[in-house]
């Protein structure tokens, strides 16, 4: 199943896609008798059984009013996550091409983990702002993980029973901030910051259920810019996988439904480039994933 985010920013209400249109998920699971929450996290949030929950509301579609997707502004699929959680350094092909600058090019012992604001969401094919405070707008085509059910220190072999889906991410970062090219001492780094201005984060174009793809398949990944192709690669080359992933981040943080884990890039980054190539104004990032889907962005430059 294929869920979606539709309608006007922070406004978003929830649809079924399929077949290129889209049904209200809120009028699905009323005509289902399921309940009606609004948005694809509350039901992920207020319903245990989500999963049947939806199939019914999937079953009730037929009867009910369909819009072409196309027709619509499409929202992230998770507008609203508790947690945005990033693996750093963790596919072999982007250790490697780092090696040049690392004093160090071995991958870390364990999953190297960040975070992002969640305000730097935004949908699959919204522009995306580039702030004047960087020079070298960066890309990174993510795969991310959604989780389905609450847990906490949960092991590897359980980690797809807490899986409700995937996303197509492009994990975006203002090198020069995240960096903090303004210092002088390395020590200073904020990646935070660097990582979370508003529209970092296009993601879509909507949740794809596990039951989707097939459990540990590679799955291909692509990034062009303006009809380049950047990053080439797949799934298989995540150093740290989505089990072990998930199991180290149950570790100490009560993982939610709806939150979102990005399980790391591959080689083909813009700041490694020789010369490197950074986003500009007026620039389209499309990154695709085998089966989740294609999400597209041009880059606008940030009003004055």
């Known amino acids: 199943m294929r869920l979606v985010s539709y309608g006007p920013k922070w406004q978003e209400r929830a649809g079924i896609l399929s077949d290129g249109a889209i049904v209200d998920l809120e009028a699905a699971m ?9 948005s694809v996290l ?12 939806l199939d019914k509301a999937y079953a009730a579609r037929g009867a009910l009013k369909a819009i072409e997707a ?3 502004r499409l929202g992230a699929p998770l507008p609203f996550p508790r947690q945005m959680l990033i693996a750093g350094a963790n596919t ?15 991958p870390p012992r364990e999953p190297m983990i960040l975070a992002k604001s969640i305000s730097s969401l935004c949908g699959p094919f919204d522009e995306v702002i580039h702030p ?30 807490y899986i409700a889906g995937y996303l197509t991410v492009n994990e975006m970062s203002a090198r020069d901030i995240q960096l903090a090219e303004h210092e002088t001492n390395p ?32 799955l ?20 740290f996988g989505i089990e072990a992933l998930v199991s180290y981040c149950s570790r100490g943080t009560t993982l939610f439904p709806g939150d979102i884990i990005v ?23 499309r990154c695709e994933i085998e089966t989740v889907g294609a999400i597209e962005n041009r880059i606008r430059a940030e009003a004055g």
């Open 132 to 161: 004047p405070e960087t020079k070298k707008l960066d890309y990174d085509i993510e795969l991310g993980v959604v989780i389905g059910r609450r847990c906490r220190r949960i092991e590897e072999s359980e980690v797809k029973d």
């Open 70 to 72: 196309r027709s619509v």
């Open 92 to 106: 072999k092909s982007h250790i490697a091409e780092a090696a040049p600058v690392l004093k160090d090019p071995t």
């Open 263 to 285: 399980t790391g890039s591959p080689a083909g980054v813009a700041f490694f480039m020789k010369p490197p190539k950074f986003l500009k104004p007026g620039d389209s990032v």
């Open 187 to 218: 020590f200073y780094r904020v990646h935070f910051l660097g990582k979370s201005f508003d529209t970092f984060c296009p993601t879509g174009p909507a949740l794809v259920t596990v039951d989707e793809i097939p459990w540990g398949k590679p």
């Open 42 to 53: 509350r039901v992920l949030l207020e319903e245990p059984n989500w999963r049947s929950v």
């Open 220 to 239: 291909k990944m692509r990034t062009e810019v303006n009809g380049e192709v950047r990053q080439d690669s797949d799934t298989s080359d995540l150093y």
């Open 30 to 38: 009323r005509a289902a008798g399921v309940g009606a929450p609004t």
